[in-house]
């Protein structure tokens, strides 16, 4: 069984950071993409950022410049930093691994609330 957990959400102010991190557990393997998405209330999940095994990195246009992904492969770990945010980066923050042919996971989300 894998597992994803993820941490790190809670309120902030506009301006402000945090910093979501996302572990895998259980029978791993091998982690090739982890991502990250969002869903604001009312709307449809969306992809915020992604990193590959390599380091490999890509954003939504909305976070460029704002949001990093990182990852340390030996703690089978993902992290979002978050800096400058804005009240429509309100919403739960899911990780996302594709884990080869042990399947696609999802974590159980974290909240983020960004009060303007």
Not at 15 to 28: E, H, K, N
Not at 79 to 92: A, F, H, I, R, W
Request: hydrophobic letters at 35%; one cysteine or more; charged letters at 15%.
């Amino acid at each position: 069984q894998v597992q994803l957990v993820e941490s790190g959400g809670g309120l902030v102010q506009a301006g402000g950071s945090l910093r979501l991190s996302c572990v895998a557990s259980g029978s791993i393997g091998r982690i090739n993409a982890m991502d990250w998405y969002r869903q604001a209330p009312g709307k449809q999940r969306e992809l915020v950022a992604v990193i590959t095994t390599g380091g490999s990195t890509n954003y939504a246009d909305s976070v460029k410049g704002r949001f990093a992904i990182s990852r340390d492969n030996a703690k089978n770990t993902v992290y979002l930093q978050m800096n400058s945010l804005k009240p429509e980066d309100t919403g739960v923050y899911y990780c996302h691994a594709d884990m080869g042919w042990r399947g696609l996971y999802w974590g159980q989300g974290t909240q983020v609330t960004v009060s303007s």
